[in-house]
T-cell receptor, first 118, second 113 residues
């Protein structure tokens, strides 16, 4: 079945450091790929997405490129801030088997706990 | 604010009991999803409804059931509760389709004692 593998952490960095969180996936067909972020006490929020190969998603200084050849969707940010401390989830959505829309639900990685120290 | 409302925020109950978790999706969203988040299992997809009909099933136990009502709100029923059912339960909604992002509520924290 579909699966997502990501580094679990915790990942601890100093403010203004470069961030990479690795994510690789296994899926049939051509999935859509997502990064979600979860701040303490809150639900998950969409950070960015990519729907086809070579697409680059970006938001709030974060970027990730859909690499079909390496089945990867690594998250990067050039200069992290203390406020970026959170849990980051990589996820995929497989092609729907139902007409009229309706995704089959996202398959999530286990999440990466990111801690940014001042 | 995602627009998805989950109640209650916290629930403490005993083993063997039954509870109901409620979710109101974002206005205009037809799909509702339920997820369970625990430390050891991560985020597990339970079930999805689309416009009142069950659309997809994930790792949902037979003791658990859900439904989506005509006004599109959804309820997740958990029965014969066990200690291992203690977790965060998230509801999410979307307009539908695999390119559509999910919008998550803040979750219901269930503690079974």
């Amino acid at each position: 079945g579909d699966s997502v593998t990501q580094m679990e952490g915790p990942v601890t960095l100093s403010e203004e450091a470069f961030l990479t969180i690795n994510c690789t996936y296994t899926a049939t067909g051509y999935p859509s790929l997502f990064w979600y972020v979860q701040y303490p006490g809150e639900g998950l929020q969409l950070l960015l997405k990519a729907t086809k190969a070579d697409d680059k998603g970006s938001n709030k200084g974060f970027e990730a490129t859909y690499r079909k050849e390496t089945t990867s969707f690594h998250l990067e940010k050039g200069s992290v801030q203390v406020s970026d401390s959170a849990v980051y989830f990589c996820a995929l959505s497989a092609p729907t088997t139902y007409s009229g829309g309706g995704a089959d639900g996202l398959t999530f990685g286990k999440g990466t706990h990111l801690i940014i120290q001042p | 604010d995602s627009g998805v409302t989950q109640t209650p925020k916290h629930l403490i109950t005993a083993t063997g009991q039954r509870v109901t978790l409620r979710c109101s999706p974002r206005s205009g969203d037809l799909s509702v999803y339920w997820y369970q988040q625990s430390l050891d299992q991560g985020l597990q997809f339970l079930i999805q409804y689309y416009n009142g009909e069950e659309r997809a099933k994930g790792n949902i136990l037979e003791r658990f059931s859900a439904q989506q009502f005509p006004d599109l709100h959804s309820e997740l029923n958990l029965s014969s509760l066990e200690l291992g059912d203690s977790a965060l339960y998230f509801c999410a909604s979307s307009v539908g389709g695999r390119h559509s992002p999910l919008h998550f509520g803040n979750g219901t924290r269930l503690t079974v004692t």
